[in-house]
């Protein structure tokens, strides 16, 4: 496994592997690995004939007062984990080398970038989006697998690889979750034990929207505010947002049908975690 830090590097390396014919798959991530980024690297090599993963924690897509400094990076135990699970390439950029002196070049994506994440991380999705064109640019991959956690995330960028006409097929994998219910994310590191216990609510508020909606219940009024109770309960739970949402256009929703999606963003203390699931 090869780790390539320069931007150029990467990029003639992907254009070679291109001109001999491999199809490249791309696990595009921050770093700080865990068992839901194994699964989509998993799914890469089984898909490609070379397998590159980016480790990039990008400046841009953190606001002020966001944890950019504290965001955890591991890339010893990460490179250990990507070659457990066949990575040929770790491009590990500098930020310097992503976004040099003058530069001034962002992607926009309107509409669904504005409620949920979009509403209360200004300029969050303006970062993801400008970082992923560039990272697709550089690694110039045939597939990029994306998790469904960072639903929002994952609908943001298949709208604007449509969009910019992109030649990348964008693949989402399911959620990965602790036994417990707990969806896996690097920021899980940040809560204590008692935090831990308390993030549990995430899923099991899911879970009892679920069961409402499957025993008949389908206003969606009624059931955020079931869900909003029952996280609420939890000492050091802050909601965010709770919404139901249409899975493609991600506008709100009055009645759950077969294309709604429950989202939440929850604070445990200063951790902010989110969850999702389809009914
Ligand atoms: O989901 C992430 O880890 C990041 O938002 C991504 C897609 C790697 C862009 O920095």
Redesign the pocket.
């Known amino acids: 496994m090869d780790i390539i830090t320069s931007v150029k590097d990467m990029q003639q390396r992907s254009s070679a592997a291109r001109a001999a014919g491999q199809r490249l798959s791309f696990v595009?991530?921050?770093g700080s690995l865990h068992q839901g980024h194994l699964s989509l690297l998993e799914e890469g090599r089984k898909r490609g004939d070379l397998l590159v993963l980016?480790i990039?924690v990008?400046p841009t897509?953190f606001g002020q007062g966001e944890d950019f400094a504290d965001y955890p990076r591991a890339l010893q135990r990460d490179s250990e984990l990507a070659a457990s699970v066949g990575v040929d390439i770790i491009f590990a950029p500098t930020a310097a080398d992503m976004y040099p002196k003058g530069y001034a070049t962002y992607v926009d994506v309107d509409g669904i970038t504005e409620n949920l994440c979009g509403a209360s991380r200004p300029g969050h999705f303006r970062g993801?989006t400008t970082?992923?064109s560039k990272l697709f640019n550089i690694v110039q991959p045939d597939l990029a697998f994306?998790g469904n956690k960072?639903f929002q995330?994952l609908a943001v960028i298949r709208r604007m690889t449509s969009d910019l006409n992109v030649p990348v097929e964008i693949v989402g994998l399911p959620i990965f979750r602790e036994a417990d219910g707990l969806a896996m994310s690097s920021r899980n590191v940040y809560l204590t034990e008692e935090q831990r216990q308390e993030a549990l609510v995430l899923s099991q508020s899911i879970a009892e929207a679920k069961r409402l909606a499957a025993a008949g219940e389908s206003d969606c009024e009624t059931i955020i505010s079931k869900v909003t109770e029952l996280i609420s309960s939890q000492a050091e739970t802050r909601i965010d947002y709770v919404q139901i949402c249409h899975q493609l256009s991600l506008e709100e929703q009055k009645q759950v049908d077969n294309d709604s999606v429950i989202l939440l963003a929850v604070f445990i203390g200063k951790t902010r975690l989110i969850d999702n699931s389809f009914f």
Do not use: E, K, L, R
């Open positions: 595009p991530t921050m980016s990039f990008n897509q993801v970082v992923v994306f960072d995330q």
